[in-house]
């Protein structure tokens, strides 16, 4: 029979004051594991050094304190975060197995309180490890929901102004036409093809590690500053994102109330109110007829002079007076191919400057190239109820070049908050302790 090792005797003491327990504690005996992470751009960050003011403040108001910090790239990206994620997680279960008695606590800036939330709102860590969040933008995605018509029209764009500039690149190089035209279009083909396919990918991944609900039973403290620049710069992106999509959302439902007003019309072809709008189904669906007659004879070769080509247009009118479904369904083929040649006009100088663009501006690449498929907003909190601390940030802040999105983490305030609410997460309630960012 093994021998069956014996707990040191602070073991006990320590036990007896995790939270939600009922036996009487001193907080003197408990010991305490704090975990820091930086944000985004900071893997140097002052405040998560030996001797910066936060660190100095814990350990004079904390009894038994053991203060690491939590490597990761800093990198502005979904995949960067994840991957801190994981090693804050790592750090997390390893401590907790080795000293599975201490109050462990994740204190995260910036997108380091975006790893700190998404490591402890798991059902390993829910339970054993509260977070503060400080100055943290929530990111919430939603994948566009974009039309048939629109994702033609994207498609088109990016494809013939790939295959532009592709042709332009070989004018300049004086290659001959025979290697300028048909290389171009193929080319372009594959571009399109491999940047929509990582595109996807990338987009699948945003919703999947951001879209993060929060458990019920989660223990955060949430505090942020005003005149936060990093959210405002967030949701000037967002601002501008929804401007185009309102822009190519306003042209198709001009499309749409335009074809509605058509179809509508068709139904009752005879009343005098209607004549307007059949004059411009008619007339629309002549058109795509018109289109295609000229697309048949350049095809055969053939060659109908100006009256023929009336006379036939004439009778497909006439027959489109009587076949309203046909008149319908061509004049809807009309509107939708109207919507995408001017959503062309816009996409299609747009689609080089978004794609250099996003290579010159690296750091928030993935936001640019994203932008196109899931659309990224900044929360102050998660979703559900929960109570925010929010501080003005005092005069010093904004003196020399400091931002106020980094006043959280050398405000004492945020200090003595911070003690204060770990201090109150153990001291015996009479109820459960609440979902919320504080505990008194």
Not at 174 to 201: D, E, F, H, K, Q
Request: hydrophobic share 45%.
């Amino acid at each position: 029979m093994g021998l069956v090792p014996t707990p040191h005797p602070t073991a006990f003491a320590a036990k007896r004051l995790a939270p939600r327990q009922d036996f009487v504690h001193t907080l003197s005996a408990m010991a305490f594991r704090v975990f820091l992470v930086h944000g985004t751009f900071a893997k140097e960050a002052e405040w998560t050094l030996d001797k910066s003011p936060l660190r100095e403040h814990l350990r004079r108001d904390l009894p038994d304190i053991h203060i690491c910090t939590t490597p990761w790239t800093g990198r502005n990206s979904t995949r960067a975060r994840h991957t801190g994620v994981q090693t804050l997680s790592t750090q997390l279960r390893d401590s907790l197995a080795a000293n599975p008695f201490d109050q462990h606590v994740v204190i995260g800036h910036s997108h380091g309180g975006t790893i700190a939330f998404q490591a402890v709102n798991s059902a390993e860590f829910v339970e054993r490890v509260p977070a503060v969040l400080l100055s943290t933008p929530v990111l919430t995605p939603r994948k566009r929901q974009l039309s048939d018509r629109l994702k033609w029209a994207f498609a088109s764009s990016a494809y013939f102004s790939t295959a532009i500039v592709l042709g332009t690149i070989g004018g300049f190089l004086n290659l001959p036409p025979n290697l300028i035209v048909l290389p171009s279009m193929i080319t372009a083909g594959v571009v399109i093809y491999v940047l929509y396919t990582y595109l996807l990918r990338e987009t699948n991944f945003i919703i999947d590690h951001n879209n993060v609900k929060a458990l019920e039973s989660i223990r955060m403290l949430i505090v942020r500053e005003a005149a936060d620049e990093a959210s405002s710069f967030l949701g000037a992106v967002q601002l501008g994102t929804r401007v185009i999509n309102i822009l190519f959302s306003g042209i198709e439902g001009i499309a749409d109330r335009v074809g509605e007003w058509s179809t509508g019309a068709a139904k009752q072809p005879f009343r005098f109110r209607t004549l307007a709008p059949n004059a411009v189904l008619v007339l629309m669906a002549t058109g795509v007829l018109s289109t295609l007659l000229h697309s048949f004879n350049d095809a055969l070769h053939l060659s109908l002079s100006t009256f023929w080509t009336m006379v036939v247009l004439s009778l497909a009118g006439v027959g489109l007076c009587f076949n309203r479904r046909a008149a319908v369904d061509l004049a809807n083929y009309g509107y939708s191919v109207i919507f995408v040649l001017l959503a062309m006009i816009f996409c299609m100088p747009a689609f080089p400057i978004w794609l250099v663009v996003s290579l010159l501006a690296f750091p928030i690449r993935e936001s640019i190239l994203s932008a196109a498929f899931v659309d990224v907003s900044p929360e102050t909190t998660p979703e559900g109820e929960w109570r925010l601390v929010h501080y003005l940030p005092t005069e010093n802040m904004f003196k020399g070049w400091r931002l106020a999105h980094s006043a959280a983490h050398d405000d004492p305030r945020v200090f003595e908050l911070i003690v204060k609410w770990i201090k109150a997460g153990f001291v015996p309630k009479a109820g459960p302790l609440r979902r919320d960012c504080g505990h008194g």
